[in-house]
């Protein structure tokens, strides 16, 4: 069974940082790309970030460039986004995703908020 566990939100000030991790299990992870995908209070789902399986590219959207990093740990099976520099328009619950074949597969989340 596929599971994605994310874990590391929380409450944080403008311009602090927090580390989220995602813990996953039931597939080979170091054979698939895994993704961030935030949702803010009331609006839909925004992809955060990507990479690919070995580690080695990554992309993100314009809003988080500069201040996010995402990277994995394979022989952990875990993976990660680091976020400095935050602001209260980061406040959202985070998701990581991966596609398996044609499924797309989801944690239950965590928390952010960004606030004085």
């Known amino acids: 069974e596929v599971q994605l566990v994310e874990s590391g939100g929380g409450l944080v000030q403008p311009g602090g940082s927090l580390r989220l991790s995602c813990a996953a299990s039931?597939?080979?992870?170091?054979?698939?790309?895994m993704s961030w995908v935030r949702q803010a209070p009331g609006k839909g789902l925004e992809w955060v970030s990507i990479?690919?399986?070995?580690?080695?590219?990554?992309y993100y959207a314009d809003s988080v460039k500069g201040r996010f990093t995402i990277s994995r740990d394979n022989a952990a099976n875990t993976l990660y986004l680091q976020m400095n520099s935050l602001k209260p328009e980061d406040t959202a619950v985070y998701y990581c995703?991966?596609?398996?074949?044609?499924?797309?597969?989801w944690g239950q989340g965590t928390q952010v908020t960004v606030s004085s």
């Open positions: 995703n991966t596609r398996l074949g044609r499924y797309d597969y």
């Open positions: 039931g597939f080979t992870f170091s054979s698939y790309g």
């Open positions: 990479i690919n399986s070995g580690g080695g590219s990554t």
